[in-house]
């Protein structure tokens, strides 16, 4: 009989939501808890009866019965605790980004070669709802060769924790530059970025950030010529919390909503010749399937959009993060990280999202703020394979 995975989550804010899926997922046995506020744990422990916790992520290190550890620590720390994790021996699942810097990034990478143990970044994004349908489109030659591709992020981070406030935006721009790189099936070759706006000056004493806003424009490695252009806003910026991505292409379009529930938006070309005169196009709101089906039945309510389990019982201390308290929890996709974690290490292969995709993924925000910093300058992205 197969063994149980036992999995320890560390960071209980938004890592609170993982919680109940891995309670749920057929394949875990102990679910256990570590968080820096008692309240927070003792909240786990009476709404899920989780009778394992720990102090420090020490302890969690410390505790041979953990095999896994699913990470959702500060964006500061995510790399030198994802190679402790692997340097004790323990699986690790990391939110994102991977890393601030590029050194943390090769860093994560040799822990994960020299520990053989599976990392993956959990970047939500590439298992929303709207990004699978977009994939499968994709897949089916709908959009036909791609001739654009932009990605999004905007939020305002003003009041959340320390570590965030006068963060590079960039740095946290994989929501927007992931989707983007996984359709089309490539990496970021080089990038061009621009910072804009101003600062207040108690927001650039952290990180020596002057930019509210950033944008960038990356070359890809791909066959043709394709570019993709990002947005990224963290401070004093006027627009609702949006993570988008958009998929030109020569027969159609995907364009995300700007708005929280929202449809995405499809527009068709006709095909030339089809008719007399200049082409005509089509557009309409579409509504995007659950792709609950691709998972276990434990766990595969969790993608719904209103999940009573996650919004009743998961709390960061300030009211409940956004995607938990709106349902469906970033596009429906939790569940199918956690699945896609556990499911690698049960079946002894590389997680989807492995050290060398988060790299990809990562570490072209890293160098377009390099770039904002050099007014713009090219910055080439490295190659990890």
Same mark, same amino acid.
């Given at each position: 009989?197969?063994?149980?995975i036992?999995? =320890?989550?560390?960071?209980?804010?938004?890592?609170?939501?993982?919680v109940p899926? !891995?309670?749920?997922?057929?394949?875990?046995?102990?679910?256990?808890v570590?968080?820096?506020?008692?309240?927070?744990?003792?909240?786990?422990?009476?709404?899920?009866?989780?009778?394992?916790?720990?102090?420090?992520l020490?302890?969690?290190l410390?505790?041979?019965a953990?095999d896994?550890?699913?990470?959702?620590?500060?964006?500061?720390?995510h790399?030198?605790?994802?190679?402790?994790?692997?340097?004790?021996?323990k699986?690790c699942?990391?939110?994102?980004?991977?890393?601030?810097?590029?050194?943390?990034?090769r860093?994560?990478?040799?822990?994960?070669?020299?520990?053989? &143990?599976?990392?993956?970044?959990?970047?939500?994004?590439?298992?929303?709802r709207?990004?699978?349908?977009?994939?499968?489109?994709?897949?089916?030659?709908f959009?036909?060769?791609?001739?654009?591709?932009?990605?999004?992020?905007y939020?305002?981070m003003? @009041?959340?924790? $320390?570590? /965030?406030?006068?963060?590079?935006?960039? /740095?946290?721009?994989?929501?927007?530059?992931?989707?983007c790189?996984?359709?089309?099936?490539?990496r970021?070759?080089?990038?061009?970025c621009?910072?804009?706006?101003v600062?207040?000056?108690e927001?650039r &004493?952290?990180?020596?950030?002057p930019?509210?806003?950033?944008?960038?424009?990356? $070359?890809?490695?791909?066959?043709?010529?394709l570019v993709?252009?990002?947005?990224?806003t963290l401070?004093?910026?006027? !627009?609702?919390?949006c993570?988008?991505?958009n998929?030109?292409?020569?027969?159609?379009?995907?364009?995300?909503?700007q708005?929280?529930?929202?449809?995405?938006v499809?527009?068709?070309?006709?095909?030339?010749?089809?008719?007399?005169?200049?082409?005509a196009?089509?557009?309409e709101?579409?509504?995007?399937?659950?792709?609950? !089906?691709?998972?276990?039945?434990?766990?595969?309510?969790?993608?719904?959009?209103?999940n009573?389990?996650?919004e009743e019982k998961?709390d960061?201390?300030?009211?409940?993060?956004?995607?938990?308290?709106?349902?469906?929890?970033? @596009?429906?996709?939790?569940?199918?990280?956690?699945?896609?974690f556990?499911r690698?290490?049960?079946?002894?292969r590389?997680?989807?999202?492995d050290?060398i &995709? @988060?790299?990809? /993924?990562?570490?072209?925000?890293?160098? $377009? !703020?390099e770039? =904002?910093l050099?007014?713009? $300058?090219?910055v080439?992205?490295?190659?990890?394979r």
């Amino acid at each position: 009989m197969q063994k149980k995975i036992n999995v =320890a989550v560390v960071g209980l804010g938004f890592g609170g939501a993982f919680v109940p899926i !891995h309670l749920r997922h057929p394949d875990v046995g102990r679910v256990s808890v570590c968080d820096a506020d008692p309240a927070r744990v003792a909240k786990m422990q009476t709404q899920f009866g989780i009778a394992h916790v720990h102090a420090t992520l020490a302890d969690v290190l410390a505790d041979p019965a953990v095999d896994a550890v699913h990470l959702n620590s500060g964006i500061p720390d995510h790399a030198a605790q994802s190679v402790a994790i692997l340097d004790a021996g323990k699986h690790c699942a990391c939110t994102v980004p991977m890393a601030t810097t590029l050194d943390g990034i090769r860093a994560v990478i040799a822990a994960t070669r020299r520990s053989g &143990k599976n990392y993956m970044m959990m970047e939500t994004q590439v298992y929303a709802r709207e990004f699978l349908h977009a994939q499968e489109l994709h897949g089916q030659g709908f959009f036909g060769p791609l001739q654009l591709l932009r990605g999004a992020h905007y939020q305002d981070m003003e @009041g959340w924790p $320390a570590y /965030w406030q006068g963060l590079p935006p960039m /740095w946290y721009a994989t929501h927007a530059i992931s989707p983007c790189l996984a359709l089309a099936g490539v990496r970021a070759r080089s990038v061009r970025c621009f910072g804009s706006g101003v600062m207040r000056e108690e927001f650039r &004493k952290k990180y020596g950030n002057p930019f509210p806003a950033e944008t960038a424009i990356f $070359a890809l490695d791909a066959p043709t010529p394709l570019v993709l252009e990002v947005t990224r806003t963290l401070f004093h910026f006027a !627009h609702g919390y949006c993570e988008s991505f958009n998929v030109y292409g020569e027969d159609a379009t995907l364009e995300a909503a700007q708005v929280h529930h929202e449809a995405p938006v499809l527009f068709k070309l006709a095909r030339l010749g089809a008719q007399p005169g200049p082409r005509a196009s089509t557009v309409e709101r579409i509504t995007v399937p659950d792709f609950a !089906h691709r998972l276990p039945r434990e766990i595969a309510h969790f993608t719904g959009m209103k999940n009573t389990e996650h919004e009743e019982k998961t709390d960061d201390g300030r009211g409940g993060h956004f995607s938990v308290k709106h349902g469906g929890v970033h @596009g429906g996709s939790h569940p199918h990280l956690v699945h896609e974690f556990i499911r690698s290490i049960v079946e002894g292969r590389k997680p989807a999202i492995d050290e060398i &995709k @988060g790299a990809d /993924w990562t570490a072209p925000g890293i160098c $377009a !703020h390099e770039s =904002a910093l050099r007014n713009g $300058a090219p910055v080439d992205i490295p190659d990890f394979r």
